[in-house]
């Protein structure tokens, strides 16, 4: 079975550019996690969908950043314009109502850089 | 304060070693409890959910102390494999889950 897919999986880009990263859920998970990793800061929870509805978006940093999730199967986040300090590891993660709870399957993350 | 807190480490221990890692937390309402691995450059995995009698899993158990709010990590007989970094995590409400920033061990020949 096909796990959490992320797109890309490094992006290298200059400050001022819009960065778009994209993640595609296990099939039937109904929720939707986006977190961002950094060495300072570990693993922080940016914005959470259940039934594609985003239900708390509270670490998202500022309006530089925002998340969609038009449908079941697939989510982006966006940063415009993107900054220096938005360099991190970015993780997407699902998780079903049918499997353990606090078990979340997460994707291989997204690399990026911003010059 | 943090709402989950653990040593950074790193824990050096050689293998065949038993080694001990604990997580605070601050919010007394938390109802469940986990500890995720996360390989160099890698994704965290869930490795076990940590109940309130305590759980086992081969060599790893995993315990909750309420009165003090923290949960422990155990390994026994330490294998070159489990060198990782070990995320505790807790619910934040709904299906949101708080980590700590990890606690990374290395298992030395």
């Known amino acids: 079975d096909a796990g959490v897919i992320q797109s890309p999986r490094h992006e290298v880009t200059e400050m001022g550019q819009e960065v778009t990263l994209r993640c595609k859920p296990i099939?039937?998970?109904?929720?939707l996690f986006w977190y961002r990793q950094t060495m300072m800061r570990g693993l922080e929870l940016l914005i959470y969908?259940?039934?594609?509805?985003?239900?708390?978006d509270s670490g998202m940093p500022e309006d530089r950043f925002s998340a969609k999730m038009p449908n079941a199967s697939f989510s982006t986040l966006k940063i415009q314009p993107s900054e220096p300090r938005d360099s991190a590891v970015y993780f997407c993660a699902s998780s079903g109502s049918g499997g353990p709870q606090g078990e979340q399957f997460f994707g291989p993350g997204t690399r990026l850089t911003v010059l | 304060r943090k709402e989950v807190e653990q040593d950074p480490g790193p824990f050096n221990v050689p293998e065949g070693a038993t080694v001990a890692f604990n997580c605070t937390y601050s919010n007394s309402a938390s109802q469940s409890f986990f500890w995720y691995r996360q390989d160099c450059r890698k994704e965290p995995k869930l490795l076990m959910s940590?109940?309130?009698s305590g759980n086992e899993d081969g060599r790893f158990t995993a315990q909750l102390n309420r009165a003090s709010q923290y949960i422990s990590l155990l390994i026994r007989d330490s294998k070159l494999s489990d060198s990782a970094t070990y995320l505790c995590?807790?619910?934040?409400?709904?299906?949101?889950?708080?980590f700590g920033a990890g606690t990374r061990l290395a298992v030395h020949p």
């Open positions: 940590v109940y309130s």
């Open positions: 969908f259940n039934n594609n509805v985003p239900i708390d």
């Open positions: 099939s039937g998970h109904n929720s």
């Open positions: 995590a807790t619910t934040g409400g709904y299906n949101k889950l708080i």
